[in-house]
């Protein structure tokens, strides 16, 4: 049997090339996919991560689970200071370890001030993230370096004299020498912000009197295999310092913990990764199970006549999987090297080209290798194992005659149809409830198990529309009405070539209309978080005159801008703040959180539906809470409820009323742009920079994370094209071939060959036009779903179709479907009809 697997493989190598291509492509796009869950883990730790990337075990204070099991917490339950460093130093099986502290900084600079976080790099070399551009690291209290970005962008260079202060009023500035200059951090809380590194004296000396306190401790274990001993040790150590709400985690685990505390707690990154991976297996699995069926179906004959030579049925099966598992070994390694190849691409080009992601890094684990051809290779067994065992239950004199096409008027037909009307049913409840209750595992088994029914259902609607649409554009040539009838005359060929393009298109649909739709929804949500782009405190009506609020709105990037005048307190003694509500609507990122008459807009951490206040001329009132979705945020209401709950008017207040201001800025503008701004606005408004705040940086950096994944999926995309192609260009090759006697009697009663060509590429047009049409349809209803589902834990989704990319997966499927049946119509209208007939 495996002489006789080889000799086929040699024999008909033609028909193999298009298995090998269907398998390749898949499992490429498989590995690829599993490369980018471990690419974007590995480029996450190098932006939001890169603080601890280099470490073994991260150790940090958990706030939230301290105020979620304790209402009377203190910061001494979740805080980690110089106890917990010395403790974590001291538990065995600790090789070295880090306390990254960020202190808040004023630096003078010429002319301007400026804030700075301050920070020590680590002694230890692996822990150190701190990378040296030029000069040398500061040796005493007396230097320090400045981060490469800022340094270019405030003319700061080595050797220059700078002032620090610890930024309180009326603080001793200490001037220090800039040594070196440093690579600029990746993360998006710390990158927005210029930075400085100090040595820990210098540090301390900022800090005053204040403990240390770590944002984290990262450590270095002396044996990174026994990571789990040493988290136990490490949980022992910090809770005999009094520390009780805390996580000891590995860098990929903070990673996910980071993220899911910035989705609300879920791990939406992982679970939509997963199912990434997921859709690839099961789009590898249907496209070469559709490919191998057509080949190992044009067998039969050829099965039922070794059969009717003396070969058992388990020697042909036997022969069949052989081919199989050469097939599926050889591709599959094959497609393992065309991901690894196609991935390193995009990377370079994304690090090189864009420069806020130059941390984007491939990573090859070894689960995409051996995962990918183990699994390429099973799926290729099963594709061959189906069609072949099919072949083998029927009789060999049966198999010799032809097939009847699966239809209500038979058995296996009723079956199909039945089983695919069940699995529909249930995947659509599946993914219906899915999206309405946010689990993206249920949603993502409602897609697979309603896919396969729609495919099952193939060919009750795919040749019925095929020829409808022929015979609405056949305009009554001899081609046109051959290719219609062909559609129907033939349902089982013509559903074959039509499912192999569906799958693509409805993938590639679902994931345009998913990411364009989840982009949307995550942009609002970041609008919700960062509900202000930039803010200017620390002042007052005389410094905020409209003549200086004219000219902060002619300053380039500056879209709009709302000024906050002080209208009252809470009754605990919180400021209130009033702004004229045309202006909140026109700075706010998103038009959900204007407060209406008598509410007052708070951050998310405000607690009831009212609040007793009093305004400035002493009358007291009632305010209705909207509670924000953003953690800092002065409380403001509009002039109306300022007037009508709290007696204020507007115009009214003095000059020295505190006063502070809101502004919106151009999305287009750049980190350096944005930073350029900020100088500009303390300049014309006579304030210390860091006066000069927002989330526009941080709402940057973020998109700039959620960009370069949906930019890693746009590749993914274009291999599922690919793959949509390759499987039509398989299935019309095949089919061709199927039909030489065909075609060839076509010809013997008077056919021409641009006549036959022209009938092919009319038919391969309808099909691929269909094909592609309905997996748009279906792919946008999947891609809508699957995209609810996923953001249901940030909030409302914003629906945001790319239809002009529909439209073009249309034109390119009908382009591609044009361009498959040329090479076969030629081959089959250079044939003379004698010789067609002739074959077998």
């Known amino acids: ?306 059969r009717t030579l003396g070969a058992v049925r388990s020697q042909i099966r036997a022969s069949v999987l052989v081919e199989a598992l050469i097939v599926g070994l050889l591709a599959s390694a094959a497609g393992v090297l065309l991901a690894t190849g196609i991935m390193s691409l995009l990377i370079k080009i994304l690090a090189a080209n864009v420069s806020e992601m130059s941390f984007a890094t491939l990573a090859v684990p070894p689960l995409a290798v051996l995962g990918t051809i183990a699994a390429g290779t099973l799926i290729t067994l099963v594709a061959a194992w189906v069609p072949a065992r099919k072949a083998m239950a029927v009789a060999p004199l049966a198999a010799l005659r032809p097939a009847d096409d699966v239809s209500l008027a038979n058995t296996s037909g009723k079956v199909r149809i039945v089983l695919g009307l069940l699995l529909l049913a249930a995947g659509a409840a599946a993914l219906v409830y899915g999206a309405a209750k946010g689990d993206l595992l249920i949603a993502f088994g409602g897609g697979l198990l309603s896919f396969p029914g729609i495919l099952m259902l193939g060919s009750l609607f795919l040749p019925k529309s095929v020829a409808f649409i022929g015979k609405l554009t056949s305009g009554g040539t001899v081609p046109g009405k051959l290719a219609s009838l062909n559609a129907v005359r033939n349902p089982g060929r013509t559903t074959a070539t039509a499912t192999a393009l569906l799958i693509g298109v409805t993938l590639v649909s679902m994931m345009m209309v998913g990411a364009q739709t989840a982009k949307s929804s995550l942009g609002d949500a970041l609008g919700s978080e960062f509900l202000v782009d930039m803010e200017v405190q620390g002042g007052d009506l005389a410094s905020l005159t409209p003549e200086n609020l004219g000219k902060v709105r002619e300053l380039g990037g500056v879209e709009s801008t709302a000024l906050l005048t002080g209208v ?41 539906k009212t609040v007793k206040a009093v305004g400035d001329g002493g009358t007291k009132g009632e305010l209705k809470l909207l509670v924000s979705e953003a953690n800092m945020i002065d409380s403001v209401m509009t002039w109306e409820t300022a007037s009508s709950v709290l007696g204020v008017s507007q115009g009214k207040a003095p000059a020295e009323t505190s006063a502070k201001l809101w502004l919106k800025v151009d999305d287009s503008l750049s980190g350096a742009q944005l930073r350029t701004l900020a100088t500009d606005l303390a300049s014309t408004l006579d304030v210390d920079e860091y006066a000069v705040s927002g989330g526009v940086m941080e709402k940057q950096m973020f998109n700039q994370v959620i960009d370069m994944l949906l930019l890693i999926v746009s590749g993914l995309l274009a291999v599922a094209v690919f793959i949509a192609l390759i499987g039509v260009a398989n299935t019309l090759s095949l089919s061709v071939l199927e039909r030489t006697r065909e075609n060839s009697l076509l010809r013997a009663l008077g056919l021409t060959r641009g006549q036959l060509r022209g009938m092919l590429a009319t038919e391969a047009v309808l099909i691929g036009g269909v094909a592609a049409l309905l997996g748009v349809l279906i792919g946008t209803a999947y891609g809508l779903l699957g995209a609810q589902s996923v953001m249901a834990s940030f909030g409302s989704m914003v629906v945001s179709i790319p239809w002009l990319q529909l439209a073009g997966v249309i034109a390119i499927s009908v382009v591609a479907a044009l361009a498959a049946s040329i090479v076969p119509a030629r081959r089959a209208a250079r044939l003379a009809p004698v010789q067609g007939l002739a074959s077998e």
């Open 568 to 608: 009252g307190e809470t009754e605990d003694g919180q400021s209130l703040y009033a702004a004229d509500s045309t202006d909140m609507a026109a700075v706010l990122n998103t038009d959900r959180q204007l407060p209406k008459a008598g509410e007052v807009l708070v951050a998310s951490y405000w607690d009831g």
């Open 1 to 306: 049997m495996i002489q006789l697997a080889l000799a086929n493989l040699k024999a008909y190598s033609r028909r193999f090339i298009a298995v090998i291509l269907a398998v390749m492509i898949g499992t490429a796009f498989l590995a690829a996919t599993l490369m980018v869950n471990a690419s974007a883990t590995e480029s996450l730790k190098n932006s939001i991560g890169s603080a601890y990337a280099s470490s073994d075990l991260v150790v940090s204070g958990d706030m939230n689970a301290a105020y979620d099991n304790d209402n009377d917490a203190k910061s001494e339950s979740f805080t980690l200071g110089s106890k917990a460093l010395e403790a974590i130093s001291k538990t065995p099986g600790v090789a070295a370890v880090h306390g990254t502290s960020n202190a808040g900084a004023s630096v003078q600079a010429g002319s301007k001030r400026y804030y700075a976080l301050v920070s020590t790099p680590a002694t230890d070399a692996q822990l150190n993230t701190t990378t040296l551009e030029s000069g040398t690291m500061p040796a005493d209290g007396e230097q320090v370096a400045v981060d490469a970005v800022y340094a270019k962008e405030y003319n700061i260079s080595v050797g220059d004299t700078i002032e620090l202060s610890d930024g309180s009023e009326n603080a001793k500035g200490r001037h220090v020498v800039v040594s070196g200059i440093t690579a600029t951090s990746n993360d998006p809380l710390t990158g927005s912000t210029m930075s400085l590194s100090v040595t820990p004296d210098l540090l301390k000396t900022l800090g005053g009197d204040t403990p240390a306190d770590y944002n984290q401790i990262i450590v270095r274990a002396e044996d990174p295999a026994a990571l789990a001993s040493l988290k136990t040790a490490l949980v022992a150590s910090v809770e005999g310092t009094g520390v009780k709400y805390f996580t000891v985690l590995t860098p990929d685990e903070r990673i996910v913990a980071d993220i899911a505390m910035f989705s609300d707690g879920n791990d939406q990154l992982t679970i939509v990764l997963l199912v990434f991976a997921l859709i690839a297996l099961v789009v590898t699995g249907l496209v070469v199970m559709n490919t191998f069926s057509v080949l190992v179906a044009q067998r039969t004959r050829e099965l039922a006549l070794m």
